[in-house]
C-alpha cells in the first residue's frame, strides 16, 4: 500500500527555518517525482516545489525560490523541503505527494500524504 508520511511542521517565528521530511514506503520510489503542495486556510491547495525521479531537476513556486530548497535521498525513500526566511503568508498544511514519472513536473499526482501544518508567527 503506498503510503507518504509528512514530518516537521510546526509553530516558527517569522524568519526562521523548518526542515519538512517525507518518507515513502510501499512504491518504487525512485520511479516518482515527489512534489510538495500546502494548502492555507480558506485557500486552494498550491504546488510549492517538485523534484524529478533521479533528483536532478527541481522547480518551485515563485513565492518561494530562494527561500526553499528541495531534495530527495532515494535510498531512504525521503524527501525534503528546507524552509528558510519564512513569512507569515508561508503559515499553510504542507502536503508531499508522488506522481509516477514526471521528470519533475507535478502536475495530477498519484499518491498523497495527509499533511504537516506549519504556522508562522511571532
Known amino acids: 500500500q503506498p503510503q507518504l508520511v509528512e514530518s516537521g511542521g510546526g509553530l516558527v517565528q517569522p524568519g526562521g527555518s523548518l526542515r519538512l521530511s517525507c518518507a515513502a514506503s510501499g512504491f518504487t520510489f525512485s520511479f516518482y517525482s515527489i512534489g510538495w503542495f500546502r494548502q492555507a486556510p480558506g485557500k486552494e491547495r498550491e504546488g510549492v516545489s517538485c523534484?524529478?525521479?533521479?533528483?536532478?531537476?527541481?522547480n518551485y513556486a515563485d513565492s518561494v525560490k530562494g527561500r526553499f530548497t528541495i531534495s530527495r535521498d532515494n535510498a531512504k525513500k525521503a524527501v525534503y523541503l528546507q524552509m528558510n526566511s519564512l513569512k507569515p503568508e508561508d503559515t499553510a498544511v504542507y502536503y508531499c505527494?508522488?506522481?509516477?514519472?514526471?521528470?519533475?513536473?507535478?502536475?495530477?499526482?498519484?499518491?498523497w500524504g495527509k499533511g504537516t501544518a506549519i504556522t508562522v508567527s511571532s
Open positions: 523534484i524529478s525521479e533521479s533528483g536532478s531537476r527541481t
Open positions: 505527494a508522488a506522481r509516477l514519472g514526471g521528470s519533475g513536473i507535478c502536475s495530477v499526482m498519484d499518491h
